[in-house]
């Protein structure tokens, strides 16, 4: 959850640790530190509660300079947030050490450390690591060798970045279920969390594997794997640019996310469509071969992934005629599932590093499932590398902690799986052509959608004030209704739920009041009727309705306000078209409220820890 940058260059390094925790302040923004190694060897160190603006403006009183140094942004697991908990820790004034994940054996270690002279200034779990490096040392092992043996002896998650006063030029590195990628410049070479925190350095990068540890020098990385042999990463090239990670003139990154939604849609499904078929190629060489053997889909995410997952399992089922389940992965993980012959494992996520999504890819393959594929937005992350298919959705960076054009894609992405499972089964080929057409039109309509923003801005003073909400849908638009609740509480940190609404009368029926919102999904398809009459219910009771719909349904008085959602000729698709009005809403709402939209209290964008 936390953001690394690390770098050793023949300039001054403090600028570009700096910018690159500014990009990555996504992952964490409970405090932040550098600290930089001097001309005499002494390790200088500032260290600041709060986003990385606060030490920006500390470094500004009180400049350091350094050729080599390590920074982090943290996001709190072990010790509330204090400069004292704020990274890098410092071991016996010569070693620093920065961190991302959680030390399980942290306690055990402490107790040894404490016992033999070690003295810690911190509750964090990351101490022990620096203590550990410098045990090793003690003993005589070469720095890349001692950070190798403290490594081997840490249980948990970890992406970690070793620099020695003692040994300035060069830097550490060690993962294990956290990502970290490695920036190579002429003059320079740059470690970190995520590839967008280095784009204004360089665009050519190798990525870490699980276990390995690597050594950076200025023209030369040295990759050990897990087993301790020397590996070769291979050197790319990344595709984004810096100017992707960039607000522009929009007020927010989720503002700007939310409006490149008919883009990103185009872009996941450039190269995936024929004219009347969806191109199975998309999805790697042993796709067909595999597809063939699949009789039935499970689905494992966390958060808004899940709740794509839980819209595709309607498609799956409906179109596809494959049962389809879904799980939560922090569940599914833990749980002692029989596992179904033929089944295609799906895992969805947009960093391709969410923490249990991973666990429970790799668990499904111990349980023997015999078929996996990723879906995510990141090529080069464990996810798409772990398994055996991956289909890219193609968002860009989303730097907006709730999740916007991720969810859209990822839909995007589940119907083209739909289809090519779907074709083995129950979808005809004409069914299919419609399909394939109605996705065409879809980055159209949401651009069409995208035209009620003001008018969706201008409803929003009515939820400022409110301390709860309530979203009902029906059918594939439940998944949408419970989306949009997420949204809004993320951001807007309004208590909001969702709930099927035929379970109104079950009981949420009981909260309806004039003081609580209610938003309803309301699309013009079989189930409308039904909603219409959990509506009235609403009514009946002196709640206020907000409807999203895209015909008004005979639904109409001082007590429902209507938006018209256009959805002309899609049909399907309608989930992706009703949830934007509803980010558009949560967005409106936060920034009336005066939250920080694309830094919500206590989250975190990766969430690569348990």
Avoid at 66 to 94: D, K, L, Y
Avoid at 114 to 128: I, L, M, P, R
Avoid at 365 to 378: E, F, P, Q, S, W
Wanted: overall charge negative.
């Amino acid at each position: 959850m936390c953001g690394i940058v690390c770098a050793i260059a023949r300039h001054d390094v403090v600028p570009d640790l700096l910018e690159g925790l500014r990009r990555l302040e996504y992952r964490g923004y409970d405090s932040a530190g550098i600290a930089v190694c001097q001309a005499d060897g002494r390790l200088q160190r500032v260290r600041a509660v709060g986003k990385v603006a606060e030490l920006g403006r500390r470094l500004a009183a009180a400049p350091l300079h350094g050729f080599a140094g390590i920074g982090h942004t943290r996001w709190a697991t072990h010790g509330a947030p204090s400069e004292a908990n704020s990274h890098p820790h410092i071991s016996r004034g010569e070693l620093a050490v920065v961190h991302n994940g959680i030390i399980e054996n942290h306690q055990a270690l402490r107790q040894v450390q404490q016992a033999a002279g070690f003295e810690f200034t911190s509750q964090t779990d990351t101490e022990v690591i620096g203590h550990q490096v410098r045990l090793h040392l003690d003993q005589g092992l070469d720095l890349f060798e001692a950070v190798r043996a403290a490594a081997a002896q840490l249980e948990g998650a970890f992406a970690i970045g070793v620099l020695s006063g003692a040994d300035p030029e060069r830097l550490i590195a060690a993962r294990r279920g956290s990502p970290l990628v490695i920036g190579v410049a002429p003059d320079a070479v740059y470690l970190a969390s995520d590839a967008a925190a280095l784009l204004p350095f360089t665009q050519d990068m190798l990525f870490l594997h699980d276990g390995d540890v690597a050594e950076l020098r200025i023209g030369a990385v040295r990759v050990v794997d897990a087993a301790g042999r020397p590996v070769e990463r291979p050197l790319q090239r990344s595709s984004l640019s810096a100017a992707a990670t960039e607000r522009g003139a929009y007020r927010h990154y989720m503002q700007k996310e939310i409006f490149e939604q008919p883009q990103a849609i185009a872009d996941t499904l450039d190269g995936r469509l024929g004219e009347t078929r969806v191109l199975e190629a998309a999805f790697g060489t042993e796709a067909s071969a595999i597809f063939d053997r699949v009789r039935e889909v499970r689905i494992v995410a966390c958060g808004t992934s899940f709740h794509a997952g839980c819209v595709a399992r309607y498609w799956f089922e409906a179109i596809a005629g494959l049962p389809c389940q879904v799980e939560i992965a922090s569940e599914f993980r833990y749980r002692d599932s029989v596992v179904p012959a033929d089944a295609l494992l799906v895992a969805i996520s947009q960093s391709g590093e969410t923490a249990d999504t991973l666990e429970a890819l790799r668990e499904a393959r111990r349980r023997g499932y015999a078929h996996t594929l990723a879906i995510c937005n990141v090529p080069e992350s464990s996810l798409t590398r772990e398994a055996d298919l991956k289909l890219m959705t193609h968002a860009g960076p989303e730097i907006g902690v709730a999740s916007t054009k991720a969810f859209t894609t990822q839909l995007t992405a589940l119907m083209l799986l739909v289809i090519a499972l779907g074709r083995r089964h129950r979808l005809a080929a004409e069914a299919e052509a419609a399909l394939v057409a109605e996705l065409r039109r879809l980055p159209a309509a949401v651009q069409a959608v995208l035209q009620l923003d003001a008018a969706i801005a201008a409803l929003a003073p009515q939820f400022a004030d409110k301390h709860h909400a309530l979203f009902l849908g029906r059918g594939v638009h439940y998944p949408v209704a419970q989306e949009g609740a997420l949204k809004l509480k993320e951001i807007s940190y309004i208590h909001a739920e969702a709930y099927a609404a035929g379970e109104l009368k079950h009981g949420p029926l009981a909260l309806v009041d004039a003081d609580m919102p209610v938003v309803a999904v309301a699309p013009s398809d079989p189930l409308l009727e039904k909603l219409k009459s959990n509506m009235e219910e609403v009514r009946a009771r002196g709640g206020r309705l907000l409807v999203f719909a895209d015909a008004a349904g005979g639904l109409a008085g001082s007590d429902v306000t209507l938006v018209g959602v256009p959805t002309d000729a899609i049909g399907h698709l309608t989930p992706v078209l009703f949830s934007v009005p509803l980010q558009l809403l949560a967005y409106h709402v936060a920034v009336i409220r005066g939250t920080d939209v694309d830094q919500p209290r206590n989250l975190a964008k990766s969430v690569t820890v348990e």
